[in-house]
């Protein structure tokens, strides 16, 4: 696992932790210090011990990380085992387990821990959707907010066997937003845009995605750009609109740095610069964005701002199948390059996916590497 998705993961962890808190624990040195009680002090130690794995795992120290987890999950601390639960979906510093997975989040389940509840309820959604919706339910009873926007998407689209009920989605995506959610903020956006379970208010979807987007949301960055370009809620504003497309970008948002390539690809609103397209699209090709690989492998084909290279379009294709038209134009390049070509662009994709393996397993090396 790359490093990117162990942050990620871990990010979200330390903030459940924090907010979820852990149980007291007796299991701690005789010594009180600075006049603490001995109920205080376990509290703390404990609190200490728990943040300090977070931190190894942070690193990825998982082996380190490990024993501490595994401890203070015995002792029915419900931060510890969901964490343990992660690493053991995972595979990080123990072995790779979806049956102790499922066992580690039921025994918090059972212990009322609402987001043990959303990470059960994801991992059942193919085999019991049935049993998945109720877990939902229970954890946005118990005032979880990523549950809330559970419900809202299950009640917009009708998923795990529920009936569509717009008003009932937007009841759940407003009860994330009043949590202080983001993503709930978002979704309310959302449905103020297009009327889903209210009426619609163009000025009250906009004023949400912006909140949305400087909070963070990376698809509020592109939809207030869209906002901008259409006068929707807002004044038109093309300059305005190409800002919220490069803030977009530079948090990492592909749709966004492929938006933002095209207009300097084109000249639209900014001035033309082929290189400035190229290096946006290759941004979000390194993310394995389809269209981003599409439309840098257009680039090389035509040799806009840069040296015609089919063998290289050929490569950039292959990793974009799941785009109809980059897969239409791969087949159409196979016809066309030479056998040579062919040759070279095929050992290219090999050793592509060959360094791809390599790093993953330094990576995964790195991670359970002793500190010295």
Known sequence: MNKTIRFSVFGLVVLITAVCGSQIIADVPDKVVNDATAADYAKNYKVVAVRNAIAKCRQGKYEEAVPVLETYAKANDVGATYILAKLCLEGLGVPKSRERTLELLTKNVEDGHAPSMVQLGQLKEDDT?????????????????NAHVKLGLIMETGKLGARPNPKLAFKYFEKSFKANSPIGMYHVARCYDSGLGVSPNAIEATRLFRSAAMFGIPRANTLMAQRYFEGKGVEPD?????????????????????????????????????????????????LNDPTGRYLLARM???????????????????????????????????????????????????????????????????ANQPEK
């Open 129 to 145: 959707p049935a049993e998945a919706l109720q877990l939902y339910k229970m954890a946005s009873a118990a005032g979880d907010m």
């Open 238 to 286: 093309p300059v305005a609109a190409v800002g919220w497309l490069l803030r977009g970008a530079q948090a990492g948002s592909t749709e966004a740095m492929v938006l933002l390539g095209q207009r300097y690809e084109n000249g639209d609103v900014i001035a033309q610069d082929f290189n400035r397209a190229g290096q946006l699209y290759s941004d979000a090709a390194k």
């Open 300 to 366: 090389y084909l035509r040799g806009t701002g840069t040296k015609a290279d089919p063998v290289r379009a050929y490569v950039l294709l292959e990793g974009a199948q799941s785009l109809p038209r980059a897969k239409a134009l791969f087949e159409k390049l196979s016809n066309e390059l030479s056998p040579s070509q062919l040759t070279l662009a095929q050992q290219k994709i090999a050793d592509a996916k060959a360094n791809e393996a390599k790093e993953a397993e330094a990576n995964e090396a790195e």
